[in-house]
């Protein structure tokens, strides 16, 4: 007979799935503060390519990066103008609706039924003729994100990737 048995010995199950728990957490807590950097990497592209307008330096302060939502199962974040810059200051100043006007541009007339050469607008609480005129698009928003989107994802899948490796060791 011989003195050789089988031990079975099973792994601590538990702590596994802490380290699964951890992992999950921290992969979480990661991908948030890599989507934040991409975001405000592509805000200060978007600032960066309007700058040199002569508005620019009244929208910048407006464009910033938003906060992080779940769409289809993933993360996203918004960047450009937010929510809180669509308002009117007591000067008359909308730096959403200027700044929108920038990206798209507005055309120089208006339909068959408004033909006049002027627009009546309010401008500090006294109301105005202003001449109809185009705007040129200045694309700065998608532009800016254009620009970047590759080193802003990159920098995301870096975040993922360090915190997937750390499992391993």
């Known amino acids: ?13 538990d702590d596994f799935i802490r380290q699964l728990d951890l992992m999950n957490e921290n ?10 950097e ?3 990497m592509i805000a200060q592209e978007q600032k960066r390519c309007i700058s040199g307008e002569k ?3 009244k929208l910048t302060p407006y464009i910033r990066e938003g906060e992080i939502f779940e769409k289809g199962g ?8 937010q929510d809180d810059a669509f308002f009117t200051d007591e000067d008359g100043f ?3 609706v200027v700044g929108m006007t920038y990206e798209f541009g507005r055309p120089g007339s208006s339909s068959n039924q408004r033909r006049s050469e002027t627009i009546t607008q309010s401008r500090n609480g006294r109301r105005v003729k202003v001449k109809k ?13 254009d620009n970047v989107k590759d080193k802003a994802a990159e920098r995301v899948i870096s975040a993922y990737n360090r915190e997937i490796d750390k499992l391993g060791e």
Request: hydrophobic share 40%; aromatic share 8%; with cysteine.
């Open 1 to 13: 007979m011989s003195d050789d048995f089988i031990s079975c010995e099973f792994p601590d199950l």
């Open 27 to 36: 992969v979480n807590r990661a991908l948030r503060t890599a989507m934040h």
């Open 74 to 81: 993933g993360l996203g974040i918004s960047s450009g103008y």
């Open 133 to 145: 005129g185009a705007i040129q698009p200045v694309s700065h928003i998608r532009r800016g994100f």
């Open 55 to 57: 508005v620019g330096g």
């Open 38 to 40: 991409a975001g405000a």
């Open 94 to 96: 909308n730096p959403g």
